[in-house]
């Protein structure tokens, strides 16, 4: 049946990103057909579908900075919401028990708990699979939504460790040891080079550590986690988390696909589940109101709380649990399962729009910050006016901004999320502000009475690229846009958005080898000739 799956997820995934939808849409919708067609979930999809978590977690892990974590805008929030969540859903739950209505008179006031704490959860999967398609993982409210994630992930750990009654092993302890192998991990990605063997490397680090982690009795999700903490301070971390790309949202396919399998629901289930999802809105709600009490930007909270508008397949492992344990009955398993396909559905449209949804409410929204932000969250600056900027500071933008620099001068400004990346650039004598490259606040600043006479956007996502340009766009800007397109089909798409010059990466590529080439022929031609800055520009991307 194996091949049937592939075919049947690829059709509605296909189908389904015609509307403008994700495709994990799709698979979800997948797995629900081949649940009425009478499959059920094998050992082999269910053991791809947890290593496809295990990659996931792994490449946050890469990515991670513990201190975030520490930041009280991000356990604060987590603790927060998910305490207001559970004791407000679980009242509401356990008012409709009192009253014996359907499904709901099972459930005491315990079990009512448990369901509203499985409804408290956002999906780690949709985030980053949101953000991933966006290019907004460095984003600033894109590491809000993923270190409120991380802790929540953290809570669920640790309720199922004191739920199950099963203490970790005493040998658990030795896992403090983990960082003392680094120095011979940081050895091994350093020897296997750029191909197949770093990729197995990664593998290998990841089914060790989730294998360990197990044989202590602890959750091997925390192991994947934990794997790529060892690595992510690495240089070529980046590197093997973009070799991983392809593989881990394969293999996340069959994550869907399983939620889909746990069963077609009836009409009850289906209406209690419908009734469960309505409360989405107000869960984004609280996110927001609670992140501004943080003093985070109404921008910020607004796109971090529709990142988290979902609900969360730990959600799912808190029912199994509850079910496995006799807490709850197994449908009510499938009624959380249907939870969380509805609330993909609905979340997938508005985090498709959220930067028109916040160009549009931005104003009103406004009022709900407090007096005082965050230091790492504040409306850009411009401390002087610039005739060209260069947007996003990778090696592709380092590059451009020299090049630009020899014609403009010192009126060049670099925009980039990253602010590691920001000091990088300014200890190299590039002038670059931090902040998001979809951030409008930046663009008000480009209106036809400025100095700006060119916008260059040094992204190799086209929709973040397509965004961009519309705020420019919108904002009056009627001087030069510059975008690269990765593909040959992208280009007039960016264009049709508003770029004058759309650029095709490699033939950009070949221009910039070949005048490399001829420049080494002439007189006295050698590594001297290339633009100025161009070593700098190197060690900063």
């Not at 508003?498 to 590529?509: R, W």
């Not at 490399?516 to 002439?522: M, V, W």
Request: proline letters at 4%; charged letters at 20%; glycine letters at 10%.
């Amino acid at each position: 049946m194996e091949p049937l799956w592939v075919v049947i997820a690829f059709l509605v995934g296909l189908a389904v990103k015609q509307l403008g939808l994700p495709a994990m849409v799709g698979f979800l919708g997948a797995g629900f057909v081949l649940s009425a067609m009478g499959v059920e979930p094998s050992d082999t999809l269910t053991y791809l579908a947890d290593l496809g978590i295990y990659l996931l977690l792994f490449s946050i892990g890469l990515k991670l900075d513990l201190k975030g974590l520490a930041r009280p805008e991000v356990w604060g929030v987590a603790t927060v919401h998910m305490l207001a969540t559970t004791v407000a859903v679980g009242g509401g739950v356990f008012a409709l028990a009192w009253w014996g209505l359907g499904m709901f008179a099972e459930l005491d006031v315990w079990t009512s708990l448990l369901v509203a704490f499985a409804l408290s959860f956002s999906s780690t999967v949709f985030a980053v699979k949101v953000l991933e398609e966006k290019a907004e993982m460095r984003s600033r409210h894109g590491e809000q939504a993923i270190g409120v994630l991380i802790v929540q992930d953290l809570f669920a750990i640790v309720f199922l460790t004191v739920s199950l009654g099963k203490l970790p092993s005493p040998w658990a302890l030795g896992l403090l040891a983990l960082p003392l192998i680094r120095p011979a991990l940081r050895l091994a990605m350093d020897r296997v080079g750029h191909g197949e063997l770093l990729l197995l490397l990664g593998l290998v680090v990841v089914y060790s550590t989730t294998a360990l982690f197990e044989a202590v009795s602890l959750k091997p999700d925390l192991g994947a986690l934990v794997a790529g903490l060892l690595l992510g301070a690495h240089p070529r971390a980046s590197e093997l988390g973009k070799s991983l790309l392809g593989l881990k949202d394969l293999l996340l396919v069959a994550f869907f696909l399983t939620i889909g399998l746990n069963g077609l629901p009836g009409w009850e289930q289906l209406l209690v589940a419908a009734g469960l999802v309505a409360l989405v809105p107000a869960k984004a709600a609280l996110f927001f109101w609670v992140m501004t009490r943080f003093r985070l930007r109404a921008r910020t909270a607004l796109l971090s709380s529709l990142t988290l508008a979902n609900a969360s397949e730990f959600g799912l492992i808190v029912g199994a649990l509850g079910a496995s344990m006799g807490w709850i009955s197994g449908e009510w398993l499938v009624v959380l399962a249907i939870s969380v396909s509805l609330s993909f559905i609905l979340a997938a449209p508005f985090n498709a729009r959220a930067h028109r949804l916040n160009a549009r409410f931005n104003a009103a929204l406004q009022r709900f910050e407090t007096d005082a932000r965050l230091p790492n969250d504040q409306h850009i600056v411009l401390h002087r006016p610039a005739r060209a900027v260069v947007v996003a500071m990778g090696r592709v933008g380092a590059a451009a901004y020299d090049a630009l620099r020899a014609d403009y001068g010192d009126d060049v400004i670099g925009l980039d999320a990253d602010p590691a990346v920001v000091a990088r650039h300014r200890d190299a004598g590039r002038q670059v502000v931090c902040g998001d490259a979809t951030d409008p606040d930046f663009y008000e600043r480009l209106r036809p009475d400025s100095d700006c006479e060119l916008v260059l956007i040094a992204l190799q996502n086209t929709p973040e690229t397509v965004a961009i340009t519309r705020l420019i766009r919108q904002n009056g800007f009627e001087n030069h846009i510059v975008a690269m397109a990765r593909f040959r089909d992208e280009i007039e798409r960016l264009r049709e958005a508003g770029v004058d010059n759309a650029c095709y990466l490699h033939d950009e590529m070949g221009l910039g080898l070949a005048s490399t080439a001829l420049e080494s022929r002439r007189p006295g031609g050698d590594r001297s000739a290339r633009p100025e800055g161009a070593e700098a520009s190197a060690r900063a991307a």
